[in-house]
C-alpha cells in the first residue's frame, strides 16, 4: 500500500479492536452469558449480549442487564473476566488483518486503537496477538469515557497533531461509528463483527466492508 503524494485522505486510521481486529465477539458474547447464570440472573439473548460489545465492560453489563441492582454489576463483571480469561488466549486476529496493519505501517500511515477492553485487557491482547508494536498510540475505556462519547478520538486526534477531517475511525459497532461522528471524523464500518450490516448502515459510514479483503481494497483506495 504505497503512500500516494497526491489526494491522500487520511493521516490517522484508528482501529476498534473486538470484532474489527480480532475475532472475538463470540467469545465475549458467551461470557457474559455465563456470567449471569453463574450468579442465577437471567442471561442476555445473543442479540442483546453482542450489542454492547464496543463499550466499556460495567456500561455494557448496565445495557445487557438493565433490571439487575447497581451493587451487583461488579459481580457479574468480575464473572465475565473468570470465562473471558479462560479462553483469551485461544482467540485470533481475523485472517488477512496482520497482513494489512503490516501494509498500513509500512505506508507510513498513524495507526492507533479505541476500544472498550480495558488498558491491562488490550495490553495483554496485544502482546498475544503481536500487533503491539505496529500502533502508536490506543486509548481503552478505563483512561476515558465509552463509546460513543468521542474523548478518545479527540486524545488521540490532540496526540498526534492532526485534523478531524484527516482522521478514519474504523469498527464494527454503532458505538463505533457513532463516536466517529461525534468526533467530526469519517467512520468506516466492518459487518463481520459484532452488530449487523442493517445496524451499521443506518449510521452512515463512508463505507461498509463486509470483510478484511473489501476493507484492505478501500483502503488502498481511498485513505
Known amino acids: ?4 503524494n ?3 485522505r487520511f493521516d490517522l486510521i484508528v482501529f476498534d479492536w473486538d470484532g ?4 472475538s465477539t463470540a467469545t465475549i458474547a458467551a461470557s457474559i452469558q455465563a456470567a449471569a447464570r453463574d ?8 442479540e442483546r449480549a ?3 460489545i464496543g463499550l466499556g465492560l460495567v456500561d ?3 445495557h445487557a442487564l438493565p433490571d439487575l441492582p447497581e451493587e451487583r454489576y461488579q459481580d457479574v ?7 473471558y480469561l479462560a479462553q483469551d488466549n485461544a482467540l485470533r486476529l481475523f485472517v488477512g488483518i496482520e497482513a494489512l496493519i503490516d501494509e498500513l505501517a509500512e505506508a507510513g500511515y498513524r495507526l492507533a486503537v479505541a476500544t472498550g477492553k480495558s488498558r491491562k485487557g488490550l495490553d495483554r491482547a496485544m502482546q ?24 478518545m478520538l479527540e486524545e488521540l486526534i490532540a496526540e498526534f497533531g492532526v485534523s478531524p477531517d484527516t482522521t478514519l475511525m474504523i469498527g464494527d459497532t454503532t458505538h463505533d461509528l457513532l463516536m466517529a461522528k461525534n468526533a467530526g471524523v469519517a467512520g468506516l464500518g466492518v459487518s463481520y463483527g459484532a452488530h449487523p450490516r442493517d445496524a451499521l448502515e443506518e449510521a452512515e459510514p463512508v463505507y461498509l466492508a463486509d470483510d478484511v479483503t473489501q476493507l484492505a481494497a478501500w483502503l488502498r483506495a481511498h485513505a
Open 39 to 46: 450468579l442465577g440472573i437471567p442471561e442476555p439473548s445473543d
Open 77 to 83: 463483571a468480575e464473572r465475565y473476566r473468570h470465562h
Open 1 to 4: 500500500m504505497k503512500r500516494r
Open 20 to 23: 474489527t481486529l480480532m475475532d
Open 60 to 62: 455494557a453489563l448496565r
Open 128 to 151: 498475544v496477538s503481536g500487533l503491539g508494536n505496529r500502533f502508536h498510540a490506543s486509548r481503552c475505556a478505563d483512561e476515558c469515557h465509552s463509546k460513543p462519547h468521542p474523548q
Open 50 to 52: 453482542r450489542h454492547i
Open 6 to 8: 497526491m489526494g491522500k
